[in-house]
């Protein structure tokens, strides 16, 4: 139940939240003025491209698509599975989404689509790894369903239905976090150009080989427990 979401979620969550603000805000101040850490406004752009048999725009939208989906396509790979749960192998996703950024940066610096591709397979292998919790849909790459369901809660809470206020909350934590990667986004590349990456390739790989190193310990004293005799546990 969601009354029972654990810290890790939550902190999980809003870390790589604002790791989604911040590349998003990177691809929108970039040379491209892509968004990369969702699809539903370049698959609009593609609609409308194709309308206009602008080839070259179709090539380089649909190229943003198809990394996206690559990178979900990873996240399916390395998680097995749609619902958070301890165990998996965030620790890998999350190194390899990191790797993805700092590739991307020197293809940016040069002013090589490339770059926002890798950003946008990063992204992908991001929202493909977080995807739900006890019912509770934890979105860290976009707002949109973020704030249609906290648009729902509250429209229910004033005709009287009883609302988990506990997800309105996660709803509100991953908004806040989104909104605030995006402006720290923006204030740092103003300073450091597209180094602002290095930011979140850094949260990214840091959580990461920290839940590796976690659940190595966790394995390996699982293992030492397993060998004490009963007598002496």
Known sequence: MISKLPRWVWGGGAILAVVGGMINAVGFLSFQRQGVTHLTGTTTLLGIVIAEGNSTQFLKLIS??????????????????????????????????????????????????????????????????????????????HVSGIVTDLGIFTGQWLHGVPVDLRKLKLGGILLLSFFLGAALGALAFHRFDYGTLYFPAALTGIVGLSYGAYRHHQISAGIRADKIPKVLQ
Request: hydrophobic share 50%; charged share 10%; aromatic share 8%.
């Open 64 to 141: 943003i698509v198809i990394a996206f989906f690559t990178g979900a396509t990873c996240s399916g790979f390395l998680v097995k599975d749609s619902t958070l749960q301890l165990g998996r192998r965030y620790g890998v996703a999350l190194v390899v989404e990191s790797g993805l950024l700092l590739l991307a940066i020197p293809f940016l610096r040069h002013g090589h689509a490339v770059g926002a591709l890798l950003a946008s397979a990063a992204c992908g292998l991001q929202n493909g790894m977080v995807s739900t919790y006890s019912g509770a849909v934890v979105r860290t790459t």
